[in-house]
């Protein structure tokens, strides 16, 4: 009996140990990669760092749906080491999101002003950074629609105006709730926390297939409420499963759960995993293609931004999972992501990739942009998974 236990607690030991190596190398990594990126991007203040086109850095204005990821990635090298040189770029490249609270002209600002000033307020318990947030959930809420019961994605102008939407609401918007559960946290007012609510319940009744895969657009029509339209802006097809988008919606659900304790959230939060992790097109170091459905598969790109927010979303709901079997599958799951994208097939060499830590994400293949790149937004979720691990 005695051996066995000791040889078990040996393993136990050396998986644990292994556990930290991980984290310690890629945040090792992290911090030198990171200063090779602030040394070209700081002079490019007040734009943020985004992606790589033409191996030439792709910088970003704070009104983009990107901006947040960058001081967010600083938040977590601060939180990782505790090195105040993360914490004062960390609240220098915060600061330039400042004007964004009182911005309403897409949805994108619970991404933005949770992963910068979010972190931060966590962090640092910084006053004004909660006044920020707040502001930002009052704008974002500008956006909620009663009758529908959602919050509005985008305004129907440029490149949307063409598709004869009259309310679209995307999955990523799921993203976005996390802000409001906060300032209601944050202020005692539940005005938030209902509009977030009531936000997933419309998207899980409308966004979903019977399979747990999810639509991308769903557009609503503001005089009956009800859906009239089930498209893709990103993905491959309208009746395709977008990989990133079945991300987000992973991840959006399991914060629901958390914040919520709903059952109904739990439920959809495990049956998107379940989608994700019994994929059959789903290669054997877990990396998806862009979209599940992409027709010429495996000769298509993969996107490691979607395998990183999964690996974030699958670590958190394994935290919060009341079942023990479940929680050991997803963080299981979520690990092998991790070893893959430590690899040398998707992490960038040291020193190269204009210091972005990821290679092998797409944006938006149907746009033509930002395929099989760095992208910001990889990076962030990448560092998160493995914090929270
Ligand atoms: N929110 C946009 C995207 O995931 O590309």
Not at 128 to 145: E, F, G, H, I, P
Request: net charge negative; with cysteine; proline share 5%.
């Amino acid at each position: 009996m005695r051996p066995v236990f000791y040889c078990l607690l040996a393993l136990l030991l050396m998986a644990c140990q292994g556990k930290q190596d991980l984290v310690k190398e890629n945040f090792d990594f992290a911090a030198k990669q990171t200063k090779i990126l602030l040394d070209e991007a700081t002079p490019k203040i007040p734009l943020l760092p985004r992606t790589v086109k033409n191996d030439t850095l792709v910088c970003t204005d704070i009104y983009d749906w990107v901006s947040g990821f960058f001081p967010g990635s600083l938040w977590y090298l601060y939180e990782y080491g505790k090195d105040d040189f993360w914490k004062s770029e960390a609240e220098k490249w915060t600061a330039l999101l400042e004007p964004v609270q009182y911005f309403y002209g897409h949805h994108d600002v619970g991404f933005m002003m949770q992963c910068s000033y979010g972190n931060g307020y966590r962090i640092t318990q910084n006053p004004a950074y909660k006044d920020v947030l707040v502001n930002t959930a009052k704008s974002l809420c500008k956006r909620y629609n009663a009758k529908i019961g959602s919050i509005q994605s985008w305004d129907i102008k440029g490149w949307q105006a063409q598709r004869g939407w009259m309310f679209p609401v995307i999955i990523d918007n799921m993203m976005n709730l996390e802000l409001l559960f906060n300032a209601s946290e944050l202020t005692g007012d539940t005005s938030f926390y209902n509009i977030a609510v009531s936000h997933a319940d419309v998207t899980l009744n409308n966004h979903y297939r019977p399979d747990y895969s999810c639509y991308h657009v769903v557009d609503y029509d503001p005089a009956t409420g009800l859906a009239r339209n089930h498209h893709t802006a990103q993905g491959y097809a309208h009746e395709s499963a977008w990989a990133r988008g079945q991300a987000w919606g992973l991840y959006g659900f399991t914060v629901c759960y958390r914040e919520t304790g709903y059952e109904r959230f739990l439920k959809q939060a495990e049956n998107i995993a379940a989608f994700i992790m019994n994929n059959p097109k789903i290669p054997t170091d877990l990396i998806p293609y862009w979209d599940y459905d992409a027709p010429n598969i495996p000769n298509e790109p993969r996107d490691a931004s979607a395998a990183a927010i999964t690996a974030s979303a699958l670590v958190q709901l394994a935290a919060i999972s009341p079942d023990a079997k479940k929680a050991d599958s997803y963080r299981a799951y979520a690990n092998k992501i991790l070893e893959s994208l430590s690899s040398p097939a998707y992490r960038a060499e040291p020193g190269a990739n204009h210091g972005f830590l990821l290679r092998h994400s797409v944006g938006s293949i149907p746009h033509g942009s930002e395929v099989d790149a760095p992208l910001n937004y990889a990076d962030y979720y990448f560092l998160e998974a493995l914090l929270k691990r």
